[in-house]
């Protein structure tokens, strides 16, 4: 069974920066891919960034420049750096991981409120 933890979110002012982490138990499963979604109030759950067990990553066009996604193989983490947050930032955020259970699978994290407010 695959588990996920993540961590870090938070309340910080607009311009500030957070990190957030999503740790995952997946054995003997092989992790694919590793992605951050986001859903904010009466809004859809959209991708944030997403990044490939080879490194590649992809970013939602709101916050190409401002985030950074990033993983740590070894310790199947990855990490979600996000700088110059704006209001709109404001959401639950969501780890989500796709392993090759079942012939390729995806699993969420329970998520974590970030909000970004003055």
């Known amino acids: 069974q695959v588990q996920l933890v993540e961590s870090g979110g938070g309340l910080v002012q607009p311009g500030g920066s957070l990190m957030l982490s999503c740790a995952a138990s997946?054995?003997?499963?092989?992790?694919?891919?590793m992605n951050w979604y986001r859903q904010a109030p009466g809004k859809e759950r959209e991708l944030v960034a997403a990044?490939?067990?080879?490194?590649?990553?992809n970013y939602a066009d709101s916050v190409k420049g401002r985030f950074t996604i990033s993983r740590d193989n070894a310790k199947n983490t990855v990490y979600l750096q996000m700088n110059s947050l704006k209001p709109e930032d404001t959401a639950v955020y969501y780890c989500?991981?796709?392993?090759?259970?079942?012939?390729?699978?995806?699993?969420w994290g329970q998520g974590t409120q970030v909000t970004v407010s003055s």
């Open positions: 990044i490939t067990s080879g490194g590649t990553t």
């Open positions: 989500n991981v796709v392993t090759s259970a079942y012939g390729g699978s995806a699993v």
């Open positions: 997946a054995r003997p499963f092989t992790i694919i891919a």
